[in-house]
């Protein structure tokens, strides 16, 4: 049975014949459903089939394309179940299993699974469906995840209230990242339970962190300070908003290290704290804040936020002190960030150099047509003088 086809308007074919995932409303002339999650065949004005999506109908991103070429996809079972299979197998290359168990399984477009999010953490998988077309799919997803051998299966959306349990539950999962034991809760903590995407950015910033008082703020429930004081951090003091997460953060160091530990958990809004601490106090600061804008439209006034706090971090920092910070913001891109630390150093009268550079890690691939998949992005500063 042929799919319904979405026509273009003419001239609004390049992002599409050059595979990008995403078609806006604006590029649309006429389709033929109006069904949710419906695939539809994309087509030229003139009629040429030029890909295969799911239909979000009313919204301004209106279709998420998963096949590219004149010829259509089966789109049956065996199709998704092969495209759940070969990012299984990706992680099982990239993925150190028999150290870490926590890790991302499906990274939506750099899986070629638009709007589809799965982590893991042990047992437990935690799943975002944040496509009509993809919740379309969910009851074929819970099979093969069950075939894969997890027990607890939770589906997490933040937007609309349909957080539960697809499969069994788990009010805390038990997991390894580089051998160091997490605790995660799939629906309280932010995200999916846990920063993933912060793995190998907390495995190479450890060895520059050895004999150094660190901060860490935005510490949500501790990872870098695990790694910090692992590489023999001389004191690491994280700092959250969130007085739940100090028993946590507390847990975890009980269950990675044999005593006491340099380490305090303290409760407070993280600019506040910068603006309040002595200048000298530490000799590097890690800022991995929330995302500060998810529009287009407030970018600027994210920009703002990330000068104000970077500004505040180097001032504070000793000759040779270090500064790594994180945006994770998507409309925050690698340029615009490094520009705003330019600025942030530049007024805050301090010499600065670029000692590194960080990014999300190979469980995170980002497909090359969808630059918008490489949401983080992080400098490690020195500051010289």
């Known amino acids: 049975m042929p799919f319904p086809r979405l026509y273009l308007k003419p001239g609004r074919d390049r992002s599409v014949r050059q595979r990008h995932p995403w078609l806006f409303s604006g590029g649309v002339a006429r389709c033929e459903t109006d069904q949710p999650g419906a695939v539809v065949a994309i087509h030229a004005h003139t009629g040429e089939p030029l890909a295969w999506g799911h239909l979000e109908p009313g919204a301004t991103l209106r279709c998420r394309l998963f096949d590219f070429g004149p010829e259509p996809p089966a789109c049956d079972a065996a199709y998704w179940q092969t495209r759940f299979a070969a990012a299984a197998r990706w992680r099982s290359i990239c993925i150190d299993c028999t150290r870490t168990n926590a890790y991302r399984l499906i990274n939506a477009e750099g899986d070629a699974l638009p709007g589809l999010v799965v982590d893991v953490y042990g047992p437990l998988a935690v799943v975002q469906l944040r496509t009509a077309g993809m919740q379309v799919l969910a009851p074929l997803l819970v099979d093969w995840l069950l075939g894969q051998g997890f027990a607890h299966l939770y589906r997490k959306d933040d937007t609309d209230g349909s957080s539960c349990w697809l499969a069994g539950g788990l009010e805390e999962a038990v997991c390894r990242e580089d051998d160091f034991t997490l605790f995660v809760r799939a629906e309280s903590g932010q995200k999916t339970g846990y920063y993933l995407d912060q793995r190998e950015n907390r495995r190479s910033l450890a060895p520059w962190l050895r004999g150094r008082r660190v901060l860490n703020a935005f510490s949500y429930t501790g990872g870098f300070a695990l ?159």
């Open 227 to 385: 790694h910090a004081l692992r590489a023999g951090a001389a004191e690491v003091v994280s700092v959250d908003a969130s007085a739940a997460l100090g028993p946590l953060v507390e847990r975890q160091l009980a269950a990675n290290f044999a005593g006491p530990q340099p380490h305090r958990f303290e409760v407070a809004d993280c600019f506040d704290y910068l603006r309040n601490c002595p200048a000298g106090a530490f000799d590097a600061i890690i800022l991995d804040p929330p995302a500060f804008t998810k529009h287009i439209s407030t970018v600027e006034r994210a920009a703002r936020g990330y000068k104000d706090l970077n500004l505040r971090a180097l001032k504070l920092l000793p000759a040779g002190g270090l500064l790594a910070t994180f945006s994770c913001s998507q409309h925050v891109g690698s340029v615009l960030f490094r520009q705003i630390l330019f600025a942030a150093a530049a007024d805050a009268g301090r010499q600065v150099r670029l000692v590194g550079a960080f990014g999300h890690g190979p469980d995170h691939p980002v497909d090359i047509f969808h630059p918008e998949g490489e949401y983080l992005k992080g400098w490690l500063l020195q500051v010289m003088e």
